[in-house]
């Protein structure tokens, strides 16, 4: 039975489930998990959520107006997991599922708050005054070819986890699913019950604000 | 050509498609005007790369580690849901 402490340290040395930068190492699958927490293992369950909890807890408080609401539909989603896995059938990812399900019960939770989720359409991806009257840049763009590895590194992960949170929450919705989680862009209009047009167009705003937000964060900390 | 054309894209506009050329969204024609652009405009290949890197960098938020607390909290949890399914 490993530590609690060794068990923390075999979950942060794993790799990211799917990175563009990262490579997939020997970690086990959705699948395999899923298989054995249907054979009642403890350890798998936990990997699972050690794996999406934080996703979860993300994108369904863009339903719920607070972290509390947010958690219980987390952890309904949960239970949903444990007492319907042998229902899962791998018809999609387990990753599809779990979100499906989650969306589901965030969205049952959210609309007893009837909260105003607006596309916020018809923001520019740019602050207009960055270009002159012809609509071309009025400033040199700088490049980030060296900004790269900075990005990544972990001081930015607080600065980057906060720009998601600064983000409307359906834009946020779509950032999570599709650019941390690495849902095909089908799978996320399945989760989300939008259509492909409605997805690409709040993923547009998403992306883009994200962009402006860490353009502002470097120019801050002097590169 | 030193005159611009008609169908030439202004870098105003190119920041609004970019997300849809990274998400192969674009037209055919509409592809090749983007790229054209993007050919004789420094800044908007640098905007593309900012907007990759954003991408990128996103792509290595995830996980965040459980604390102890939650770990525990999931434990007893799924502990509690199984006895549950067995008993009933």
């Not at chain 1, 969306?103 to 520019?124: F, I, K, Q, Y």
């Not at chain 2, 970019?18 to 055919?28: A, H, I, Q």
């Not at chain 2, 050919?39 to 900012?50: G, I, M, S, V």
């Amino acid at each position: 039975m490993p530590t609690d402490r060794s068990a923390r340290r075999a979950l942060r040395s794993r790799p990211a489930p799917r990175t563009i930068l990262t490579v997939e190492g020997t970690r086990e699958g959705d699948g395999e998990l899923v298989a054995r927490i249907r054979a009642g293992d403890e350890g798998a369950f936990l990997m699972l959520v050690g794996r999406y909890n934080a996703s979860m807890q993300r994108l369904a408080r863009t339903y719920v107006p607070n972290d509390a609401v947010a958690e219980e539909a987390v952890q309904d989603t949960w239970i949903g997991v444990v007492r319907g896995v042998d229902r899962f059938e791998g018809r999609s990812s387990f990753k599809t599922w779990l979100f499906r399900i989650l969306v589901n019960r965030a969205r049952t939770a959210g609309a007893r708050e009837h909260r105003d989720l607006s596309l916020s359409d018809g923001e520019p991806a740019v602050d207009p005054s960055r270009f002159d009257s012809a609509g071309a840049w009025a400033q040199p763009l700088e490049s980030w070819a060296d900004a790269d590895d900075r990005l990544v590194a972990a001081t930015w992960s607080a600065c980057l986890r906060e720009a998601l949170g600064e983000l409307p929450p359906r834009q946020r919705q779509i950032v999570i699913l599709r650019d941390m989680e690495g849902l095909p862009s089908d799978d996320v209009c399945d989760v989300l019950g939008i259509s492909e047009g409605n997805q690409r167009v709040l993923l547009h705003r998403g992306r883009s604000r994200l962009r402006t937000m860490l353009e502002s964060e470097l120019a801050a900390r002097g590169r | 050509m030193l005159l611009r054309r008609r169908s030439d894209l202004v870098c105003q506009q190119v920041v609004e498609l970019v997300n849809d050329y990274l998400e192969d969204g674009l037209s055919r024609a509409d592809r090749r005007r983007f790229e054209a652009h993007l050919r004789a405009c420094p800044n908007c290949t640098n905007y593309l790369e900012q907007m990759r890197a954003t991408i990128r960098a996103m792509g290595t938020l995830h996980p965040d580690d459980l604390t102890p607390d939650v770990r525990d909290e999931f434990t007893q949890l799924f502990r509690q849901w199984r006895s549950e399914d067995g008993g009933g």
